[in-house]
C-alpha cells in the first residue's frame, strides 16, 4: 500500500478501512471490460430506482463509443460531457 500522509478525517474511517488504496495500472476501459467478463450480471450502476448489471453498462458504453465515432471523434480528440450535478 503508497504511504500517504495522515488527514484529519481519517480518524473517522471504519477501523479496517485504509486510507489509502493501490490500483492496477490499467485504462479505466479496461477494469470495465474485465468487470463485465467476471462479473456480467452484478448490479454495476443504481439510479432511479434502475438498475444496469457490469454487461449493460459495457454494452451502453460500447454503443456510445460508436455513436462518438460515428460523428468523427478519434482518439485525441476533446470531447466535454455537459452533466447535471447529481
Known amino acids: 500500500m503508497t504511504h500517504i500522509h495522515p488527514r484529519i478525517?481519517?480518524?473517522f474511517?471504519?477501523?479496517g478501512v485504509p486510507?489509502?488504496?493501490d490500483f492496477e495500472a490499467?485504462?479505466?476501459p479496461a477494469f470495465l471490460e474485465r468487470s463485465a467478463r467476471?462479473?456480467?450480471d452484478a448490479t454495476a450502476v443504481i439510479f432511479l430506482n434502475s438498475r444496469l448489471t457490469y454487461r449493460q453498462?459495457?454494452?451502453e458504453v460500447d454503443r456510445f463509443a460508436t455513436a462518438l465515432a460515428g460523428l468523427g471523434v478519434?482518439?485525441?480528440t476533446r470531447v466535454a460531457i455537459h452533466l447535471?450535478?447529481?
Open 9 to 11: 478525517w481519517h480518524q
Open 13 to 15: 474511517y471504519d477501523e
Open 19 to 21: 486510507p489509502s488504496l
Open 26 to 28: 490499467l485504462p479505466l
Open 38 to 40: 467476471d462479473h456480467g
Open 57 to 59: 453498462l459495457q454494452n
Open 74 to 76: 478519434t482518439s485525441g
Open 84 to 86: 447535471p450535478n447529481l
